[in-house]
């Protein structure tokens, strides 16, 4: 972050009530008194779990530069270790880290994309981030900061040198997404996909299609770029309601973007064309052909070389536990397990089909999130796997117990066990693998599918 003064901080807060001892520069901005560097501001913001003002008094402690609180009450009986403390009261503290956030890329001038979708949008800004980052100064969110908390810290990871900024924004309820655009404010928006996820707090499909539009509203009321999936069903269904500036990516004739002449090699990787010129990964999937395509559409977007960019996507690496590909004494290893939904379980579902073996092997654990529709969500995704060419598959977790039940019914011959525990997985795997067989790991994160992936790896490497 470049340093802020704490006027400039007063000036965009427009605190209820506060003072200010020490005019001084403000070197980051932090939520978390565990992680803050001296010279940080210290905004106390409610979550889930715990509540920032707890810890007001450690992160003076530590050197935080100022306090942003809700209640007076917290700061009260704070005792300043510098004597040169700045304290704000503010209606909202989680308003106003979005609001500083946004004030700081404004400062920048830092052109900005916004990639979501229900899958591949971890996926598509890291692509982003390496394409852009051969012609610009480029940042981007890390990991998956991609929510009301997460993505004002990854704005401040930006600075004056940053030319372009690729930030992932996801979301959990309605609206969510409107505020996020609001405080990162897109000029090239990305929309992967939309399929059902977080069905919990949204309820049906039908919310999760409004709730992703709210950056084509974002877009298309200042006539700003949306590049988008055109073979989404549900993509193609509302984007001419909105008035973006629309780059287009598929295998329809209509595509600005198009992909044609699709094969696989024996690892699954995909060979395409992309607008007649050939593409040849080095990562495997369907899926991972659509994130490519669609991470180099928005870098020509934004203003790269087209042949420039084709040139390096077969340099493209997916991020950790995303169609990860490990080979150990000729077994393939494939973690795909840092999230599950319908959508994207059947895409990693063909990708394990198109993978070379001698024999292929599935474990699946419960996809979460998914509300009142979880069990005929398991049950559906038990028939697609039952329907590929996948001789075992193993299960873990309450809901995918389902899943198995339903893929033993639809296909006789598959192989089905449901265990509890990850060591048991990861032994049944190390008797049964032999060298030319693959297995596939794909399951919501907190079934912790990593645990059986590490066991086995023990066991494979003796």
Not at 321 to 331: A, K, L, Q, T
Not at 379 to 402: H, S
Request: a negative charge; hydrophobic letters at 40%; glycine letters at 8%.
């Amino acid at each position: 972050m470049d340093p802020m003064s704490v006027s400039e901080i007063i000036e965009i807060a427009k605190p209820l009530y506060g003072f200010t001892l020490c005019d001084t520069s403000v070197k980051g901005v932090s939520i978390d008194s565990r992680t803050l560097k001296r010279g940080d501001l210290f905004v106390a913001v409610k979550g889930k779990r715990t509540d920032g003002h707890l810890y007001i008094q450690e992160a003076l402690e530590k050197g935080a530069v100022g306090i942003v609180a809700e209640s007076p009450h917290s700061i009260r009986d704070v005792n300043s270790t510098q004597g040169q403390d700045n304290f704000f009261i503010v209606k909202n503290s989680l308003t106003f880290l979005g609001d500083l956030a946004r004030a700081y890329l404004k400062k920048l001038g830092t052109r900005v994309i916004c990639v979501t979708g229900t899958n591949g949008k971890t996926t598509v800004k890291e692509f982003l981030v390496r394409l852009l980052s051969e012609d610009y100064f480029t940042t981007g969110s890390k990991g998956n900061l991609n929510n009301l908390y997460g993505l004002p810290l990854s704005i401040f990871e930006a600075s004056c040198w940053s030319e372009a900024a690729v930030f992932e924004i996801g979301m959990s309820e309605l609206g969510e997404i409107a505020r996020l655009c609001e405080i990162a404010q897109p000029q090239i928006g990305v929309l992967t996909n939309i399929g059902p996820a977080h069905l919990e707090n949204l309820g049906n499909l039908k919310n999760v299609v409004k709730a992703k539009a709210e950056m084509l509203e974002f877009l298309g009321s200042r006539q700003r770029t949306a590049v988008v999936n055109l073979d989404d069903n549900n993509i193609a269904n509302i984007i001419k309601k909105f008035d973006c500036d629309y780059a287009t990516v598929g295998m329809s004739e209509s595509a600005d973007f198009r992909i044609t002449d699709i094969e696989f090699d024996n690892m699954g990787n995909g060979i395409f064309k992309l607008n007649g010129y050939p593409v040849e990964l080095k990562i495997p999937g369907m899926h991972n052909i659509y994130n490519t395509s669609i991470a180099a559409a928005t870098a020509v977007t934004f203003g790269m070389n087209f042949q420039d960019v084709i040139g390096l996507l077969p340099y493209l690496k997916t991020p950790e536990m995303r169609s990860s590909v490990e080979v150990i004494n000729g077994i393939t290893l494939i973690d795909d397990a840092y999230n599950a939904n319908p959508q994207s379980t059947q895409n990693a579902v063909r990708m394990l089909n198109s993978i070379d073996a001698n024999k292929r092997y599935m474990v699946f654990g419960d996809m979460l999130e998914l509300g009142d529709q979880s069990v005929g969500f398991h049950k559906e995704v038990g028939k697609r796997i039952a329907e590929a060419d996948i001789d075992r598959l193993i299960t873990i977790g309450e809901l995918a117990e389902y899943t198995g039940k339903a893929a033993g019914k639809y296909n006789r011959s598959m192989v089905v066990t449901h265990l509890k525990e990850h060591r048991e997985i990861a032994g049944l795997l190390f008797e049964e693998l032999s060298e030319g067989d693959a297995v596939l790991f794909k399951g919501s994160r907190g079934i912790e599918l990593e645990k059986v992936i590490e066991y086995l790896k023990e066991e494979l490497k003796g």
